[in-house]
């Protein structure tokens, strides 16, 4: 594993310290990671999403623009439907 040295706000390292304190992570770096792989995921599902929405814009099945499709599924998702 590489080393980093990195800076952290007093407000984040404080709930970084929190977290820690609590026996939620063992460790700064072990959250850092953990954040940054949930980031990674995210990346991932919103890129999927953006080629999702591409390529039902191209395919001129819908006339609504690719905003409102996302509005539409976000809407879906927290419906639960």
Do not use: C
């Amino acid at each position: 594993m590489n080393r980093q040295s990195i800076t952290f706000t007093k407000p984040n390292d404080e709930w970084l310290k929190e977290m820690v304190a609590n026996q939620e992570y063992s460790s700064k770096s072990e959250l850092v990671n953990d954040l940054i792989r949930q980031a990674r995921k995210q990346q991932i599902q919103v890129d999927w999403i953006n080629r999702k929405l591409e390529n039902a814009e191209r395919s001129g099945f819908t006339k609504m623009t690719k905003s409102e499709i996302l509005k539409e599924s976000k809407s879906r998702i927290d419906g639960g439907l």
